[in-house]
Each structure stands twice: as structure tokens, then as C-alpha cells.
Nanobody, 110 residues
Framework: VQLQASGGGLVQPGESLRLSCVASVSRVSMAWYRQAPGKQRDVVAL???????WYKDSVKGRFTISRDNNKKMLYLQMSSLKPDDTAVYYC????????WGQGTQVTVSS
């Protein structure tokens, strides 16, 4: 499984970012995970192979997960970003494989 996340950056509170992930699988549940400094990695949003979604309470209404099965791409649209969203974001299957691939740094700071 090839996993490569991109699209992170440094933004101010309230701004938006869109993360993308090249995933070489298309018929499994996929998720975005994040790991903040000094904290465990946890799941942020999940999408099943048929498009059902789940979100961590703290991002509900602000983040939207989507996928393009034909292109084998996973996306995370993040709006109204907060400093607490600062973390390295990863894409992986759900449950996750051991191959975490390359994450992308998101920093929210004024």
C-alpha cells in the first residue's frame, strides 16, 4: 500500500487547507490521522468504501473527508482551523496498516 499525504502548511486561525493523499487502494475504509507533538496519533476522520463518514468530535462541522476511488485519492478539507489542529497528518486505511507513509505538517498559528 502506497500512502503519501500532501497539502499541509502554515496558516492562521480561521483559515482553510485541503490535504490530499495518494493511496494505492480503493476498496477499503480510509482515514486521516494526526499526531500532535507529545501526543499519540489518533483518527480524525474516516470514510468507508461506499462513502459513509465519521468525524472526531472536535472537527465535526469544520473538516470534510472525501475520496475519489477512480483516482485512488483521499482528501481532507479543513476549515476554521484552530491552533489545536496543529499536527502531522497522515492517511491510512482504517484500521491502519503498519505502513504510515509520509505525513504532512499542518501548523495553525497567528
Amino acid at each position: 500500500v502506497q500512502l503519501q499525504a500532501s497539502g499541509g502548511g502554515l496558516v492562521q486561525p480561521g483559515e482553510s487547507l485541503r490535504l490530499s493523499c495518494v493511496a494505492s487502494v480503493s476498496r477499503v475504509s480510509m482515514a486521516w490521522y494526526r499526531q500532535a507533538p507529545g501526543k499519540q496519533r489518533d483518527v480524525v476522520a474516516l470514510i468507508t468504501s461506499i462513502g459513509s463518514t465519521w468525524y472526531k468530535d472536535s472537527v465535526k462541522g469544520r473538516f470534510t473527508i472525501s475520496r475519489d476511488n477512480n483516482k485512488k485519492m483521499l482528501y481532507l478539507q479543513m476549515s476554521s482551523l484552530k491552533p489545536d489542529d496543529t499536527a502531522v497528518y497522515y492517511c491510512n486505511s482504517a484500521p491502519p496498516s503498519q505502513n504510515w507513509g509520509q505525513g504532512t505538517q499542518v501548523t495553525v498559528s497567528s
